[in-house]
């Protein structure tokens, strides 16, 4: 077995305050954790630009560019046009976040399908892995990846927020399952459960910062270095070691986004 020692956050909002505001110390912070590379993730083109622009600069952080379910409202033709554009860049590894989100509902759930679905045909036409933001929205987001299942579609559940039964779903679709600080908090039980289902192989860790910070930061800004926390909570619901953790979680990030090795 290859050792591989530290830790990926596959999903944080580098352009978002308080952390770009202090992006040098965010990413110092996180080499202390043994947190080594980050996928800063757009959430519609400005910030899809601004993620580039971050891994452009910084070594350890690359860019998913896509446009959230909350912004399918304000979303213009041309947008599709200009990530497409910036889809062959070399800081570009994923397409995301994109899905459903009937939780909050801030835009109409017909205009998030539409653009979810203009976004999983382009992702795949040029062969990016997907991140997907599901919430309240399982059985849709669930037939709608069934569509592309036999395109080529890779990718991974987001902020994973269900219990056993979707998760043998997102595995049957192929996709990974992503792990947040979600899963620290007392009331978790299903998304622990869940955790415990979940094959090592199939399983990323993420932050979600500045959001979601775990438990004893809960409520407080989230930052990449307390991934850290997601895997040690990880790796003792499923009764592994953290290097164990540090190990799969890594490889899969690296097999799926096509991150090189440190
Ligand atoms: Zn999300
Ligand atoms: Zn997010």
Not at 48 to 68: D, L, M, T
Request: contains cysteine; aromatic residues 8%; negative net charge.
């Amino acid at each position: 077995m290859e050792k591989i020692d530290y830790l990926v956050d596959t999903h944080a909002h580098l352009d978002m305050p308080p952390l770009n505001g202090e992006i040098d110390r965010v990413l110092d912070r996180a080499k202390i954790n043994q947190v080594g590379q980050v996928i800063s993730v757009g959430i519609d083109l400005d910030s899809s630009k601004e993620a580039v622009r971050i891994a452009a600069e910084y070594e350890p952080v690359f860019a998913a560019i896509g446009i959230h379910p909350h912004e399918a409202k304000n979303v213009q033709q041309e947008d599709f046009e200009r990530l497409q554009g910036m889809a062959s860049l070399q800081e570009v590894v994923a397409w995301g976040e994109i899905g459903l989100d009937f939780f909050k509902e801030y835009s109409p759930p017909d205009m998030q399908r539409r653009v979810f679905e203009e976004q999983l045909d382009l992702a795949t036409r040029v062969g990016l892995p997907v991140i997907i933001h599901d919430r309240d929205a399982h059985d849709a987001v669930v037939e709608i990846l069934g569509n592309y299942a036999g395109q080529g579609l890779k990718g991974v559940f987001h902020c994973f927020s269900g219990g056993m039964d979707l998760a043998r779903k997102v595995l049957d679709l192929g996709l990974y399952i992503s792990i947040t600080g979600v899963v620290t908090f007392p009331k978790s039980r299903q998304l622990q459960d869940a955790v415990r289902y979940v094959p090592i192989d199939r399983l990323l860790v993420e932050t979600d910062s500045p959001f979601l910070s775990p438990v004893p930061f809960r409520g407080k800004p989230n930052e990449p270095a307390r991934v850290a926390i997601v895997a040690k909570t990880v790796a003792h619901l499923k009764d592994l070691s953290i290097q164990e953790v540090a190990h799969w979680t890594t490889a899969n990030a690296r097999a799926l986004f096509g991150l090189p090795r440190i």
